[in-house]
T-cell receptor, first 116, second 114 residues
Framework: EAQVTQNPRYLITVTGKKLTVTCSQN?????MSWYRQDPGLGLRQIYY???????DKGDVPEGYKVSRKEKRNFPLILESPSPNQTSLYFC???????????????FGNGTRLTVT | GQQLNQSPQSMFIQEGEDVSMNCTSS?????WLWYKQDPGEGPVLLIA?????ELTSNGRLTAQFGITRKDSFLNISASIPSDVGIYFC??????????????FGTGTLLAVQP
């Protein structure tokens, strides 16, 4: 089954303790992206990647890192989490370039992160 | 970063009623998308629109790409309880190009009372 898989689904941590949220897709998509969802603010893009070893900042990148060493994986790293990073996080993927037409984003089921 | 103006913010309706929501932007988009997010899940694509003026249906859902390219609306006819969720519009400026960056609306929360 074609899907985007995020882990964990729920995570509670303390301020300053490094964490990684994993994202994997099995559709051979070039493009992958991370969003955070907060009440009243909709979905805001954190980082995106157009292909292996190609990443770029989205609208709210501060406090986050990403890497794209393999096509299927796009982990989100919080080196020193803070309470304002408490949010619902979504990973998404799609085809890129000429194949992106009629290839909308596929989302994972989300990771709810709480930083105390 | 840019966000789309989506309204209404929330709707509480009775089963069987029709629903209408819209999205507006100050800039032009080449693609408009409508997503639905069920509780505890990620957004799922409902309808994609690729041409100005395009009107597209998917079952009880109908969406239109505004002529000015700066707006879109989504209608749901004869709502049922499983229509409950958050509906997001999203605009994309490039298609078939170098980026798939989407700008999302702030969402419309729909509650349907049986």
């Amino acid at each position: 089954e074609a899907q985007v898989t995020q882990n964990p689904r729920y995570l509670i941590t303390v301020t300053g303790k490094k964490l990684t949220v994993t994202c994997s897709q099995n559709m051979n998509h070039e493009y992958m992206s991370w969003y955070r969802q907060d009440p009243g603010l909709g979905l805001r893009q954190i980082y995106y990647s157009m292909n292996v070893e190609v990443t770029d900042k989205g609208d709210v990148p501060e406090g986050y890192k990403v890497s794209r060493k393999e096509k299927r994986n796009f982990p989100l790293i919080l080196e020193s989490p803070s309470p304002n990073q408490t949010s619902l996080y979504f990973c998404a993927s799609s085809f890129q370039g000429v194949r992106s037409y009629n290839s909308p984003l596929h989302f994972g089921n989300g990771t709810r992160l709480t930083v105390t | 970063g840019q966000q789309l103006n989506q309204s209404p913010q929330s709707m509480f309706i009775q089963e069987g009623e029709d629903v209408s929501m819209n999205c507006t932007s100050s800039s032009i988009f080449n693609t408009w998308l409508w997503y639905k997010q069920d509780p505890g899940e990620g957004p799922v694509l409902l309808i994609a629109l690729y041409k100005a003026g395009e009107l597209t249906s998917n079952g009880r859902l109908t969406a239109q790409f505004g002529i000015t390219r700066k707006d879109s609306f989504l209608n749901i006819s004869a709502s049922i309880p499983s229509d409950v969720g958050i509906y997001f519009c999203a605009g994309q400026k490039n298609y078939g190009g170098a980026t798939n960056k989407l700008i999302f609306g702030t969402g419309t929360l729909l509650a349907v009372q049986p």
